[in-house]
């Protein structure tokens, strides 16, 4: 039995690990996640709830701003708590909540893609205005922010954080309109890019959707015995209205903008209604399975491309083995339709920080183990398919690889549930420049060698979009999600990137983005 993996793959040394990233994080990040909550006794609570359900979309910083009325007749408040960490360790305090009252609140979970999260990054945004005060959560990215930050700022604004997330503070605050849906109407039309926000005023709450709906948001109602009027949600996933007890009610609508007020919901569409682009990674990965996105269960649709994929490129093997957690559901698909029996052969330890060791060259050569273990009995001397949900860098599929062959399997098969990536992201996801992507820079064939499969398969973009199927009333010859990291055929345009930019998504943006 061979005892050093390393040795099984030659090829391991042409793939350089990734400086900066604890443990080989090889995967392409989502941004963060929004909630807000209109009309309900305990919102700050209840936003810090929602935000544990959303912790998948962003653990480095989180933020609650709620709104207090106060007695009858006295002026309102806004409170605020922001930390650093997840949602457990800055709000798992009773006196913070206690410090968050009101009827309303809106909380932001937040992943950096570049540079250090600092805590005048972290959202929500608050700001005082002539109208009173504003706080803002934003998902996504702007794609002209640099240009709008630079003539703003010789406008004379002052800008206090390095995100793109404050442009929208200060298009809401030179705008000439007098109320703040008004405002911020002339704000969006300004900005372009893939978003959604949920914005809290002392008079409403607003969730507002990009013209293409590219990044999720969702409306949810709560009715409480013996209220009045029932309590109002927005999230991005609907699994952060099962936390809080509400039942879905529909989602954004691309280019919408809805206003929750005492008075209920109304809607504008001041872009007109247009056709959207969903994210189709948010399907293959970003989502939580149990969420409802754009009408799909999200399990359902990973099982779906796990079908698809095993119709595209079955193999002879002994077992079919998910890379936890994201691959389970697709894993189980192939299983499904392959024959093949599906087994855990990767046990994932989920207790392990992101800060657990300082990543050392060492730590990092070990890392993989640290959240991922193989189960010998299901692995030694079988053949195993491999089932993940993509191939970024390609240093975790490496790794996994060896674990496999340490573990004594003769054969080891890696299927991939999304097409190759090929290209950077700037709607939102946090991806590599283009450079470090695997498959921007070899076949597919080349790269089975470089992560040491005996074989390597990805689902085809026909596969993935018969998987999912085609929305009710959409044009079949039209792509109906934005694929642009597979495909390099961005629906948005990118109005601050030359095509140099465009291979280095962060290296000529702010140090941090929404």
């Avoid at 674990?403 to 299927?415: C, L, S």
Wanted: aromatic share 6%; net charge negative.
């Amino acid at each position: 039995m061979v005892t050093d993996p390393t040795l099984l793959s030659p090829a391991a040394a042409e793939l350089p690990e990734p400086s900066g990233l604890p443990y080989d994080d090889d995967k392409p990040h989502e941004e963060c996640g929004v909630f807000g909550i209109w009309n309900a006794a305990d919102a700050g609570a209840m936003t810090a709830l929602g935000l544990h359900a959303l912790q998948h979309r962003g653990q480095e910083a989180t933020g609650i701003v709620s709104f207090d009325r106060g007695p009858e007749g006295a002026d309102g408040r806004f409170h605020t708590h922001k930390g650093m960490g997840l949602v457990g360790d800055v709000f798992g305090d009773a006196r913070i909540i206690g410090a968050l009252p009101g009827h309303a609140a809106v909380g932001h979970n937040r992943y950096a893609t570049t540079g250090a999260t600092i805590i005048r990054n972290v959202q929500p945004l608050y700001a005082e205005f002539e109208f009173g005060g504003l706080a803002v959560a934003h998902n996504g990215n702007l794609t002209n922010a640099r240009n709008l930050r630079q003539a703003l700022v010789r406008r004379g604004c002052i800008f206090q954080s390095t995100t793109d997330s404050e442009v929208f503070i200060h298009l809401i605050a030179i705008s000439l309109y007098s109320s703040v849906t008004d405002r911020l109407t002339d704000a969006l039309k300004q900005v372009v890019g893939a978003y959604s926000l949920v914005v809290l005023s002392q008079d409403a709450m607003v969730g507002v959707r990009d013209p293409l709906g590219v990044r999720p948001l969702i409306l949810g109602r709560i009715d409480v015995p013996g209220a009045e009027k029932p309590t109002w949600v927005l999230a991005s996933e609907t699994c952060a209205l099962d936390i809080v007890s509400a039942e879905f009610v529909r989602d954004i609508e691309p280019g919408e903008i809805v206003i929750i007020n005492d008075d209920g919901v109304r809607s504008i569409h001041p872009f007109g209604q247009k056709s959207g682009r969903f994210c189709v990674f948010e399907y293959i990965y970003f989502a939580r399975p149990d969420s409802v996105l754009d009408g799909r269960g999200v399990y359902d649709a990973r099982k779906r491309i796990g079908v698809e994929l095993a119709r595209e490129s079955s193999v002879e093997a002994d077992v079919v083995v998910p890379v936890p957690d994201s691959g389970v559901p697709s894993a189980m698909g192939f299983a499904a339709e392959s024959g093949i029996p599906f087994e855990l052969g990767i046990i994932r330890n989920h207790y392990v920080g992101r800060t657990f060791i300082e990543p050392t060259d060492q730590i990092r050569n070990l890392g993989v183990k640290l959240k991922h273990s193989a189960n010998r009995a299901m692995i030694e001397g079988r053949r195993v398919v491999l089932v993940d949900d993509s191939i970024v860098r390609g240093t975790t599929s490496r790794k996994i690889v060896e674990m496999m062959r340490a573990a004594g399997a003769t054969e080891v098969h890696m299927r991939i549930s999304s097409p190759p990536t090929t290209h950077s992201c700037f709607y939102g996801i946090d991806t590599p420049e283009r450079g470090k992507l695997l498959a921007a820079q070899h076949d597919v064939a080349e790269m089975a060698r470089l992560i040491g499969a005996d074989s390597l398969a990805f689902i085809s973009l026909d596969g993935l979009y018969r998987a999912l199927g085609r929305p009710e009333g959409r044009d079949p010859a039209k792509p109906f999600y934005c694929d642009a990291c597979f495909t390099g055929e961005y629906p948005i345009s990118l109005s601050d990137l030359d095509e140099n930019d465009r291979a280095r998504p962060h290296g000529n943006r702010m140090a941090a983005v929404g």
